[in-house]
């Protein structure tokens, strides 16, 4: 089967490596981009929105810079456009099988109805193919229809993360169909330190308050609950903090009562950490997957806090846009000719 689809990859330095192209070197059958086209800046909303203003083909696949496309993937993903209502089809991105233990540990988490919950499917090939919302599609592993692209004028340059989140909410309110494929998976590290891991967390949810600050829908109601679990923890502080002899009415925070929401988080924990550890054959989850969860939510929650109490900041606007070409079978980055942006809203 001979394909017709471009590849875009935001990049933030032209001289990065890019394990991209090795996945895409490999990929046979026909089954290999047309053109590809790495776009440097600092603002890889706009620099996608470069990008696709390049692309020639009717299809586009975003993918990351270490997203390492798996054998077959571009043929699923791109046979569901023969539906004319499909304008974006997607699947999951993997932890590589030669990961280290902790960013498999962290993977467990992220795939996990406890720390990812509806958002899980980004993370893992769960269920069959479904027509599907922002929750289950991701940027780093996504094929859209170019016309619905450059009709929705691309995604936000003033949005990120989660302005692939922003711009599918605009697809679907507008009837456009998206498509959830496990099948179609690509494979991604994950964060290999605490650290690393907790900012990923408060970026992410720094990024979702931004989104619904431009874009609020009903649907995004649920991604509040980890910022009310953080000021549902400080509440569970302030009896050792303040007298419930002065003040009478505090007492309610030390019921036993007002402990059971904490007590259920934590025995869900728990038992994914027990779930994770069985399934993996790597005993030390039992007690790392439950730390992992509980920090993922408190610093999401800190990210939704400050999402919505700072403005969203002025984009960079400086972008470059090359071409990738292979010489000698290995790949080469040629300044692409400026054309008008698709998208600068």
């Known amino acids: 089967m001979k394909l017709s689809y471009s590849v875009v990859i935001a990049v933030d330095r032209v001289d990065k490596e890019l394990p991209v192209l090795d996945g895409l070197k490999k990929l046979k059958g026909g089954l290999g981009p047309r053109e590809i086209f790495a776009c440097v800046g600092k603002n890889p909303s706009l620099q996608r929105n470069r990008g696709v ?14 997203s390492v496309v798996a054998p077959g993937t571009p043929g699923l993903l791109a046979s569901h456009f023969e539906d004319h209502r499909t304008a974006v089809a997607g699947g999951p991105n993997l932890v590589p099988p030669n990961a280290i233990d902790f960013e498999k540990t962290v993977n467990a988490v992220l795939a996990s109805w406890m720390g990812s919950f509806k958002v899980r499917a980004r993370y893992a090939a769960i269920g069959s193919v479904k027509e599907a919302t922002e929750k289950d599609l991701i940027l780093c592993n996504m094929m859209v229809r170019r016309e619905a692209f450059t009709a929705e ?10 302005e692939e989140n922003e711009f599918l909410n605009r697809l679907l309110h507008n009837g456009r169909r998206l498509v959830y494929d496990p099948r179609g998976a690509v494979y991604r590290s994950r964060r290999k330190s605490l650290g690393a891991f907790c900012f990923q967390a408060f970026r992410y949810g720094r990024g979702r308050a931004r989104q619904m600050k431009v874009y609020p829908c009903l649907s995004d109601l649920v991604h509040l609950a980890p910022a009310f679990f953080l000021l549902y923890l400080l509440s569970l502080l302030i009896p050792f903090v303040f007298s419930t002899t002065e003040y009478p009415r505090l007492s309610l925070l030390k019921s036993p009562f007002w402990w059971i929401p904490l007590d259920l988080f934590i025995a869900g924990a728990v038992g994914t950490g027990i779930s994770a550890a069985s399934w993996h054959r790597r005993f030390m989850d039992v007690f790392k997957v439950p730390v992992l969860i509980f920090l993922r939510h408190s610093f999401y929650g800190l990210g939704l806090i400050g999402g919505f109490f700072t403005s969203i900041p002025a984009p960079p606007l400086d972008v470059k846009v090359y071409q990738v070409r292979w010489v000698q079978g290995k790949p080469r980055l040629k300044l692409a000719a400026p054309t008008r942006s698709a998208g600068n809203k």
């Open 53 to 66: 203003s390049q692309c020639k083909t009717p299809l586009v696949y975003f993918l990351d810079d270490d």
């Open 153 to 162: 004028k691309g995604f936000r340059v003033d949005l990120f993360p989660n």
